[in-house]
């Protein structure tokens, strides 16, 4: 099986304590990959919002590929009037615009208090997105999983996964990934 895995820094790996943002070097991807023996590509993008239309993702894109697309946070941080509901608009727009392969949304964990999230507003529109997404994931007929109930660490930032929390991401998404295979 090929996962292609689209997101954002913690799909990339970033690593916030690394003064020039290096990676880990056991991000959940590569963990991933090691565990099950699929081929997992990532196309993790530091600071990716959703983006309007498929791109460059289309081309790449197999009919056969599971399709692992986790985004969201950077609309909220980026957009101070955004709320859990735009960030799904756009995520509707974007889904639409794919070619035919199956997909899994995932929601991000929820943020938590931190260097980069001062605000109250942030943690509950990114808590309220696992539940818009999944709305979104049945509308469509696509995947769903809640990253946010598989005990994801975040790092002082409030935003990016430790090394455990890359661990656990892993873990959770074999699992969903595992029983929906069988």
Known sequence: MRLVCFGDSNTYGYDPRSFFGGRYPGRWTDLLAERTG???????????EIPIGAGSLAGLLRQDDLLVVMLGSNDLLCHPRFTAEDVTVRMEVFLNGLPSCRVLLVSPPPMVIGEWVTEERLIRESAALAEAYDALARRLGIGFANAGQWGVELTFDGVHFTESGHRAF????????SCSLD
């Open 38 to 48: 699929w081929e997992v590509v990532n196309l993790g993008q530091n600071g990716r």
């Open 170 to 177: 892993a873990m959770g998404l074999q699992e969903v990934l």
